[in-house]
């Protein structure tokens, strides 16, 4: 409700024995303060004569124009304040007639403190992208309590949403509260906390920057059995439209799941860069598949909060092989009919089947079964009766499962006997 303050024009004082100054134009009577909207609005009666309005700071001793209005006006202003913040304000309405001025017609006395900045404490991203926010407000002391112009309606925070591209947006929270949320929003964006009465406003000096933090990564298509898999991982932090920042110490896990219905798991942790590849690499152990994520991350750092959502690189499989420690005949050359062993190792060292093959010409061909028993093998030959020569050999393996993770099946190098 707007509150109305009518002021009666002040009294001719009379004493025993004086009498009162006589003045050349009648003071104006019914002269009324109140809000329009946030602008100041004034309205009083007189005899259609000019008026001066003016503003007499208490705490200056100072006497300012405010509105000057010529003869046959409205008798009333609506206007945006321009007075000076102050503890103690009162309008001074004069008439102004062609032979002198009316007597004074005072207001109540009332303050013009603007809003005092909210200090921001907090904020944190909640799961739904959203921006929790938390301050604090000093108070104001009021000098001039239940004065025309204490309109708690116009008292308010907001939080101002500042998005490259886009007028700002803003979010209202009650005056006296100390958290808010703002919703989800486009990045890389900025939120100012202000605070907000009908004289004025005040920013907080401290900035909630909504960033975003791009992961890649590259996966070897495939590496042997307990091999170091060289997995590199890079990073790229937006905080700023078009500015990316150089951060370091930036926590990421590398994740995999041994098939796309499987839940991804973590096997390692890391702390990445901005600025260059960095190594995120694992052993290899079966057919995974791999990604780089990068946890919700906040960093708070002199006036600026900047907040980045949980993200994670599109999925990248690699295949493991049967690592072949060893393979060959023993001995490597020898004549016909003398006794060779074909023996080889392998890792991981499970029990498996697998088949010797020849080079014919182009073609690969079967020669027999060779068993492997946790990762030996051991076959007893003969030299044939060949034409002396060297000969191409190889070992194929079926896939395999160890520890709930498929290897691929797997071909040795090529491995030599020569027949005298």
Same mark, same amino acid.
Do not use: C
């Given at each position: 409700?707007?509150?109305?303050?009518?002021?009666?024009? @002040?009294?001719?004082?009379?004493?025993?024995?004086?009498q009162?100054?006589? %003045?050349a *134009?009648?003071?104006?009577?019914?002269?009324e303060?109140?809000w329009?909207?946030?602008q100041?609005?004034?309205?009083w009666?007189d005899?259609?004569e000019?008026?001066?309005?003016l503003?007499?700071?208490?705490d200056l001793?100072?006497?300012?124009?405010?509105?000057?209005?010529?003869?046959g006006?409205? +008798?009333?202003v609506?206007?945006?304040?321009t007075?000076?913040?102050?503890?103690?304000v009162?309008?001074?309405?004069r008439?102004?007639a062609s032979?002198g001025s @009316?007597e004074?017609?005072l207001s109540? %006395?009332?303050?013009t403190?603007h809003a005092v900045?909210p200090?921001?404490?907090?904020?944190?991203?909640?799961p739904?992208?959203?921006?929790q926010?938390k /301050?604090?407000?000093?108070t104001?002391?009021?000098?001039t309590?239940g004065?025309?112009? !204490?309109?708690p309606?116009?008292?308010k925070?907001? *939080?101002l949403?500042?998005?490259?591209?886009t007028?700002?947006?803003g979010y209202?929270?009650?005056?006296?509260?100390?958290s808010?949320v703002?919703?989800?929003?486009?990045?890389?964006?900025?939120?100012?906390?202000?605070?907000?009465n009908?004289w004025?406003?005040?920013?907080?000096?401290?900035t909630? #920057?909504?960033?975003t933090?791009?992961?890649?990564i590259t996966?070897?298509a495939?590496?042997?059995?307990?091999?170091?898999?060289?997995?590199? @991982?890079?990073?790229?932090l937006?905080?700023?439209?078009?500015r990316e920042e #150089?951060?370091?110490?930036?926590?990421?896990?590398l994740q &995999?799941?041994g098939?796309?219905?499987d839940a991804w798991?973590?096997?390692?942790?890391? *702390?990445?860069?901005?600025?260059?590849?960095?190594d995120t690499g694992?052993?290899?152990?079966g057919n995974?598949?791999? #990604?780089?994520f990068v946890p919700a991350?906040?960093v708070a750092?002199? +006036?600026?909060?900047v907040?980045?959502p949980?993200?994670?690189?599109? &999925?990248?499989s690699?295949?493991?092989?049967?690592?072949f420690?060893?393979?060959?005949?023993?001995?490597?050359?020898?004549?016909?009919g003398?006794?060779?062993?074909?023996?080889?190792?392998?890792?991981?060292g499970?029990t498996? =089947?697998g088949?010797?093959? !020849?080079?014919?010409?182009?073609r /690969?061909t079967?020669?027999?079964?060779?068993?492997?028993?946790?990762?030996s093998?051991?076959?007893?030959?003969?030299?044939?009766?060949?034409k002396?020569?060297?000969? =191409?050999?190889?070992?194929v393996?079926?896939a395999?499962?160890? +520890?709930?993770?498929?290897?691929?099946?797997?071909?040795?190098?090529?491995f030599?006997?020569?027949l005298?």
């Open positions: 409700m707007r509150k109305i303050a009518a002021v009666a024009a @002040s009294a001719v004082v009379l004493t025993a024995g004086l009162a100054p006589a %003045w *134009a009648a003071p104006a009577t019914d002269f303060l109140s329009q909207g946030r100041i609005h004034l309205t009666k005899s259609d000019e008026n001066i309005v503003a007499e700071y208490a001793g100072q006497t300012y124009l405010f509105e000057n209005q010529p003869a006006g409205t +008798n009333e609506t206007k945006f304040s007075l000076y913040p102050s503890d103690k009162r309008f001074i309405l008439t102004v032979d @009316s004074d017609t109540p %006395w009332f303050d403190r900045a200090v921001l404490q907090d904020a944190n991203l909640l739904n992208l959203s921006t926010l /301050w604090t407000q000093a104001i002391e009021d000098k309590p004065d025309p112009f !204490d309109v309606s116009g008292e925070i907001q *939080a949403v500042d998005l490259p591209g007028a700002t947006a209202d929270f009650a005056a006296g509260t100390t808010g703002v919703p989800a929003q486009a990045r890389p964006a900025a939120i100012k906390v202000v605070g907000y009908n004025g406003e005040a920013e907080g000096t401290k909630v #920057r909504l960033g933090l791009g992961a890649g996966v070897p495939s590496a042997v059995y307990g091999a170091r898999l060289g997995i590199k @991982s890079t990073l790229d937006f905080t700023s439209q078009g #150089r951060a370091s110490g930036i926590k990421v896990e &995999a799941r098939k796309t219905t798991k973590t096997y390692g942790r890391y *702390a990445g860069n901005t600025t260059t590849a960095f694992i052993g290899s152990l995974r598949q791999y #990604r780089l991350r906040k750092s002199g +006036n600026v909060i907040l980045t949980a993200t994670s690189t599109s &999925a990248k690699s295949k493991t092989m049967i690592k420690v060893s393979k060959g005949f023993t001995p490597a050359a020898a004549s016909t003398t006794k060779v062993d074909i023996t080889a190792k392998i890792q991981p499970v498996v =089947r088949t010797l093959q !020849d080079l014919v010409g182009s /690969w079967n020669l027999f079964a060779v068993q492997f028993t946790k990762g093998m051991l076959k007893h030959a003969r030299a044939g009766v060949d002396p020569g060297t000969y =191409r050999y190889r070992i393996l079926p395999i499962t160890v +520890n709930g993770l498929t290897l691929s099946a797997t071909t040795s190098p090529t030599n006997f020569t005298r």
